[in-house]
């Protein structure tokens, strides 16, 4: 019997059958019995849970990268990412997949994606430790507070009498919390979606001031998106940031090379991996009682654009 039946016998979800099989969060005690019971009945026995049986394990984790690298805040995102997951996997090989079906005989999975309404974690077989926060999930995660960061750069903006905000997609986790921290600070703030990109960042700028000409300060949910949005006010002449103050989120080493320096949001890619690889690993070991989620702090880096 696979894990479809199963999921039929007990009247649930395949992707709960799932969750109770590895131990996952977000499931009540009467499903989960529901669930065990089916497994039982049906005398239910999937690869991994064998070795589990057996005592041994692959010692093998593997990080799951959901998305397209256009979405992601900067190509060094990912990157630290991997380093920060690597570091935190000393006694474990790590290997790199981009869809469920690369992820065999392996003990876990650290998947990375900013789309809050990816349906693959649900997909995979093995215990899970997503790096951002789900919209629609119950599951581990760990992300940056970007809810706080965005507060504090609205903050910072407080004094200016226009200001936008260019919001990247509505269904990135991280896009949608940054904007919902800084309209706390300024609820007046008018917002726009683009994609994550410099070009999208120059094209939302220009259309914010068509609409507010007086606009003297934007906010950009990344520094990639910043990165155009600076580009569009220099080609039409505009002082940043006397005219129009400017900042960003990620302090990606793009914030630095921009004129003037961008003011942005620091977080660590590389802590998130590494603090992923950490609860995945600690939940492999059965530690009790580990948190669902993990939130990492951001701060408010000055330069400047503001």
Known sequence: MNLEEVARLAGVSRSTVSRVLNGSPGVSPRTRAVVQSAVASARYLRNHAARSLAGT????????????????????YLAAVLRGVTAGLPDHRVVVAMNP????????????????HDP????????????????????????SDNLGGGTVAGRHLQGRARVGVLAGPPDIAACVDRVTGFRRAIPR??????????????????????STPDLDAVFC????????????????????????AVV??????LSQATTPPLTTVRHSPEDLGNTAAWRLTAQLAGEQHLPQSIVLPTELVVRGSS
């Open 57 to 76: 394990t692959t010692d093998t984790i593997a990080v799951v990268v959901s998305e397209d690298t256009d979405r992601l805040f900067d190509d060094s």
């Open 221 to 244: 949910v990344s520094d990639v998106i910043a990165v155009g949005a600076l580009r569009h006010l220099r080609s039409m002449g505009a002082r940043v940031p006397q005219d129009i």
């Open 120 to 143: 693959l974690p649900d997909l995979l077989d093995v215990p899970v430790v997503l790096v951002g926060r789900p919209l629609v999930h119950k599951m581990s995660y760990v992300d």
């Open 189 to 210: 703030a008018v917002a726009v979606p683009c994609a994550m990109t410099a070009d999208a960042g120059a094209a939302a700028v220009a259309g914010l001031l068509a």
């Open 101 to 116: 079906d690369e992820v065999t005989t392996v003990d876990g999975a650290v998947v990375v994606s900013l789309n809050g």
């Open 248 to 253: 960003g989120f990620d302090d990606s080493l």
